[in-house]
């Protein structure tokens, strides 16, 4: 065997070996700690392998998908594929084969009426929020029904996105553009937010008992009227929607049951340990770009292409009178003409923000999703642990993954030739674990 030495000048050295590397800021005793991580980028070029998909026009009936919400992994690595359309959630073995169906459309226990957002805890345990029970749905890791926790009697429901609890039973929310309220009586008013709570839901009750982790920022918004004539009848409501490009809340659970989170317009993820005390904040030197007026017109012509083509934002209304029953449907047609509308008179953030995405992967590595030169579509990812140690960065074109699951497993959502949903397990190499 030969070996080969190289000798490199002494500066350019230390100027990489700092790029990779972040700075800690000191800070009094009892604050947070301020990371700043490097503009360069270290470009990731990784290997990951295609495991199995599910997902077929013309396979057996339990893989033939409708609308797939979400997926997600358990411990035992597992995948659970939520499937709205048909109220079920298919779950199949680390090898792509079938093991059960949970759910399934119904009135009764165990059945699921308006499913909305799921989430798997490791034993396998699946839990549904489910908007025509008012209640979230819990299965054990059999499958089986095991009980229901209401939303409780609150005249207001809010779900982010959801992600297991690691520090209980329940399952923490937070982020996503889920929002909903609701105002009974003449005159009434949805509530007015002042923040964006991620919040830890505890399942062991009824009605289910919810903390705040964390009361992140919430840009002012101001409710505006939206009209949707179901029949002969003619409802208006006031909806508080977001102005294009405004920041999202990204949320991340970390494997110790705190959060990594970003609220802002600018590169910045803050930790969170898991009482939702603050730990540090991790920040790259990226700046927001101003939103132009060429900007708003693309972007809401944009959204009218979308909707024309029936690939634009999936919106499900239904209303149930002050006595209850089964809830009335309002009709794809009323929910896209109140869409056009609220696309006219859309309104647009000054900036456009630097962070698309974020996700948290099963060992609590961060993905940091940039937004592209295309200000509609993602851009580089970069990938950090929850300390602040930069790895390096996916560059554009790279996908988040949509669940992150033991051993490296992930999952992709994707459509086949004849658009029907279709789940792509990978694994990733160990840098990216």
């Given at each position: 065997m030969s070996h080969k030495w190289f000798r490199f000048p002494a500066v350019p050295v230390l100027a990489a070996l700092a790029a990779l590397f972040p700075v800690l800021r000191p800070m009094p005793a009892g604050a947070q700690t301020m990371v700043d991580l490097p503009r360069e980028d270290h470009t990731l070029q990784p290997q990951i392998e295609t495991v199995f998909s599910v997902g077929s026009f013309d396979g057996a009936d339990w893989e033939t998908f409708g609308e797939v919400r979400g997926v997600a992994f358990d411990g035992a690595g597992n995948l659970y594929v939520f499937d709205v359309q048909s109220s079920r959630v298919v779950v199949v073995d680390p090898r792509g084969r079938f093991l059960r169906e949970v759910g399934g459309p119904g009135e009764g226990p165990g059945e699921l009426r308006t499913p909305s957002a799921f989430t798997v805890l490791r034993d396998g345990s699946v839990i549904v929020a489910d908007m025509g029970h008012r209640a979230w749905v819990v299965f054990g890791p059999d499958g089986q029904y095991s009980r229901m926790a209401s939303f409780g009697d609150s005249q207001m429901v809010r779900l982010g996105d959801l992600s297991p609890d690691p520090v209980g039973g329940g399952v923490i929310s937070g982020g996503g553009r889920m929002m909903m309220s609701f105002a009974a009586g003449p005159g009434a008013q949805p509530p007015t937010f002042t923040s964006r709570p991620i919040e830890r839901v505890a399942l062991d009750s009824d009605p289910a008992s919810r903390v705040t982790m964390v009361d992140a920022w919430q840009p002012p918004l101001e409710a505006q009227p939206a009209t949707v004539r179901m029949g002969g009848a003619t409802l208006r409501m006031a909806m508080a929607q977001p102005r294009a490009f405004e920041p999202g809340l990204l949320v991340g659970v970390l494997p110790e049951g705190g959060v990594a989170y970003a609220d802002s317009s600018t590169w910045s993820v803050k930790v969170t340990a898991p009482d939702g005390s603050l730990v540090r904040t991790i920040r790259r030197p990226f700046s927001p770009r101003p939103v132009t007026e060429a900007i708003q017109e693309r972007e809401r012509a944009r959204r009218l292409e979308e909707l024309e083509a029936g690939e634009g934002p999936?919106?499900?209304?239904?209303?149930?009178?002050?006595?209850?029953?089964?809830?009335?449907?309002?009709?794809?047609?009323?929910?896209?003409?109140?869409?056009?509308?609220?696309?006219?008179?859309?309104?647009?953030?000054?900036?456009?923000?630097?962070?698309?995405?974020?996700?948290?992967?099963?060992s609590g590595k961060l993905w940091v999703v940039r937004r592209g030169d295309d200000p509609a579509r993602e851009g580089p990812i970069d990938i950090l642990t929850s300390d602040g140690r930069y790895v390096g960065t996916l560059a554009s074109g790279a996908t988040l993954p949509a669940a992150f699951g033991p051993e490296g497993a992930v999952a992709y959502l994707e459509r086949d030739e004849f658009d029907v949903p279709r789940v792509v397990v990978k694994r990733l190499p160990a840098i990216l674990r």
């Open positions: 999936r919106v499900r209304m239904q209303m149930t009178g002050p006595g209850g029953g089964n809830p009335q449907s309002v009709s794809q047609d009323a929910v896209n003409d109140m869409l056009k509308n609220q696309i006219a008179q859309m309104e647009f953030y000054p900036e456009l923000p630097v962070l698309a995405d974020l996700a948290a992967g099963w």
